[in-house]
């Protein structure tokens, strides 16, 4: 048999692939062959250098598992299945669902209400009744786009169809950060927006001492982007933007949260600080620290646990 | 495959939320070890992790119990790893995925305090070069290497899960532990 053929063996070999014959052949080629037993050195040496796979962490898999969900309600296709109808939605944080839920209303209420009925429609609720027109569509100033068209009736025989399509268009808003629709927008471009970017911006300007009327809906948004989101600029600036609110249980449980789940560890330090003013020191929280102090991964974050801790009792 | 995953399978075809919950439960801790050890990044493993399932999701109607459904759903793992594209190699086509320290979601430490041991940073070394050697492998090369050695799967599995003979297998795994030896060699030398 060739060398070259040996060598070929020889990862089969070192991964046990080899049957009873073929392992005897081999070795008698390795007795006399120098260069195929360095071969097979090195690729003990790499195999043991590459070591072996542990089990992916409890974080991780609940991110993973979390990512999945808002994929696949980003992915759905709501004619073709209703599963996600049916989904667990409990697996959510409620104040996630809220906010997501809200924000779809609006979203649909603001992009076709607003801009594109203004005028209130007659008749049936959910049916737009036409007019004869001249030109274009009754309600579609020339900057909406048209998608997502469906045959109800396609059937013009009788000279009438009934469709339903999406209507989006641009809009430009100018006004105080404490005006109720400015929040609105934000509250859903910081939850709902797929571009890290524009969620970052949205957080952003919410960041900002200027907000004198935070709406509810705003802070349940900073929440839900402290705890939830994959971007670690969106969740280090919704932590400070909530820092701006006054302090509430709900606000206390975020931070908890985020020491106890953040997978990054300059957000763990930021929530210590965040519940390291007075009015943060409660019983839970300082049940949390301990906790953190001898089971954290990080060796400053257990430091710096301990050392909030001693500060809170020499206090 | 037991009667009562095939009756979960069944449900999940119906549309039951709960019981296409149910089936990711059973194999995602699996998958997502999979992924972490093909793409040796969290975040790229949940990348693919998330894909996998999405896929599942959009094809479950289709399975016909013609294989058994965890073979059916290592292949999709299969093709998703094969097609994946890291983090890394999609960063220069971003620009707004980056937080106001540089970062890209992707999870760093700030402390530089605990430092390793002498023995540690050794390892630590070898372990630097042997992730960018497994990086430079073909896609092809580095499911057949990870799938055997990091997952233990053997050849004959694996070429069912690629579609492919058991002889393009063993290739795959020589050229793979060709390349790492040649890049290798001065690491242990």
Not at chain 1, 182 to 205: E, I
Not at chain 2, 73 to 86: A, D, G, P
Not at chain 2, 97 to 113: A, I, L, Q
């Amino acid at each position: 048999m060739r060398h070259q053929k040996f060598k070929e063996w020889i990862p089969l070999l070192a991964y046990d692939e080899l049957d009873e014959d073929q392992k005897y052949t081999l070795n008698q080629h390795l007795a006399v062959c120098p260069e195929c037993r360095e071969h097979l050195e090195e690729l003990k040496e790499i195999q043991q250098a590459a070591g072996s796979a542990g089990e992916p962490s409890e974080t991780l898999l609940q991110q993973a598992r979390r990512e999945l969900r808002t994929g696949l309600r980003q992915k759905q296709q709501p004619p073709q299945h209703n599963w996600l109808a049916d989904w667990n939605w409990s697996w959510l944080v409620p104040s996630f669902r809220t906010v997501a839920v809200g924000a779809l209303c609006l979203t649909a209420g603001l992009g076709v209400g607003h801009f594109v009925y203004r005028q209130p429609p007659a008749g049936d609720d959910n049916i737009i009744t036409t007019r004869p027109v001249t030109s274009g569509l009754p309600a579609s100033p020339g900057n909406i786009s048209v998608g997502n068209i469906r045959f109800i009736d396609a059937d013009a025989s009788d000279g009438n169809v009934e469709f339903t399509y999406e209507a989006t268009a641009p809009m430009r808003v100018r006004g105080s950060v404490n005006d109720p629709l400015v929040q609105d927008v934000l509250s859903q471009a910081l939850t709902g927006a797929q571009n890290p970017g524009v969620r970052l911006r949205a957080v952003s300007v919410l960041n900002t001492d200027q907000l004198k009327q935070p709406d509810a809906d705003v802070r349940q948004a900073l929440i839900t982007a402290l705890k939830m989101d994959e971007n670690n600029g969106v969740r280090k600036q919704a932590l400070a933007a909530l820092q701006n609110f006054p302090f509430d249980i709900e606000i206390r449980d975020a931070l908890l949260f985020v020491l106890n789940n953040d997978p990054n560890p300059a957000m763990r330090i930021a929530a210590i600080d965040a519940v390291r003013t007075e009015r943060y020191r409660d019983p839970e929280v300082l049940r949390v620290l301990e906790e953190k102090m001898h089971t954290d991964g990080n060796e400053y974050i257990r430091y710096r646990s301990r050392a909030v801790l001693q500060e809170a009792k020499q206090q | 495959m037991d009667l009562d995953e095939r009756e979960l399978i069944l449900e999940a075809q119906k549309g039951d939320g709960p019981a296409f919950e149910e089936l990711v439960h059973r194999y995602d801790r699996k998958v997502l070890k999979l992924a972490v050890s093909y793409t040796n990044d969290e975040e790229d493993a949940k990348d693919v992790y998330q894909e996998v399932f999405i896929r599942v999701f959009r094809a479950l109607p289709g399975f016909r119990f013609e294989s058994r459904f965890s073979t059916w759903l290592y292949r999709i793992v299969v093709n998703v790893c094969l097609s994946h594209k890291s983090r890394a190699q999609n960063r220069e086509h971003e620009s707004l995925d980056v937080d106001d320290d540089g970062h890209e979601g992707r999870s760093f430490d700030p402390v530089s305090n605990d430092l390793p041991s002498d023995q540690k940073a050794l390892s630590s070394e070898i372990s630097r070069h042997v992730r960018a050697a497994l990086e430079g492998l073909s896609p092809q090369q580095r499911v057949v290497f990870t799938l055997r050695h990091y997952e233990g799967y053997k050849l004959k599995e694996i070429a069912i899960l690629m579609n492919c003979a058991e002889g393009t297998v063993k290739k795959y795994l020589f050229t793979a532990t060709e390349r790492l030896r040649h890049r290798l060699r001065p690491v242990f030398q």
